[in-house]
């Protein structure tokens, strides 16, 4: 999101965008793979750290630019350590699914095509 449009696209008076990043260079985040090793392997301490900096970080009460408490998460329906942190923190946690319909679909009925031995597919001639 930073990418497309800067800070100043997720700018919004009673709303926080914060980024959590990735600690991978530019020329390794378009990698797929290393992002999906990076996200199992680091990111629920990463996600819990950064929750733990935004609560802390607050600025004493009344002041103008004060900053309340996270107070709840929205995170991707992926991004199930998001779940954790919420959990061990006792804030509320909405999962947002960004997936299209047809593959909403497709994971609704992945076990009866699993057990029907639809899938997974079974050599070449099946795809197609």
Known sequence: MLEAGGPTQVQHADFHFVPLLD???????QHLTSVCVSVRRDFLCLFRDLIDK?????TSEGAEDASPP???IVS???MTFSIRVAEELGIP????????????MGILQYRD???RGIVPLKGTHSYS
């Not at 600690?23 to 985040?29: A, M, N, R």
């Not at 935004?54 to 607050?58: K, Q």
């Open 54 to 58: 935004l609560n802390s970080n607050r």
């Open 113 to 115: 095509l699993k057990d």
């Open 93 to 104: 946690v909405a999962m947002f699914f960004t997936i299209s319909a047809c593959a909403f």
């Open 70 to 72: 996270v107070t709840c």
């Open 23 to 29: 600690g991978l260079g530019p020329e390794i985040s």
């Open 76 to 78: 991707d329906g992926f």
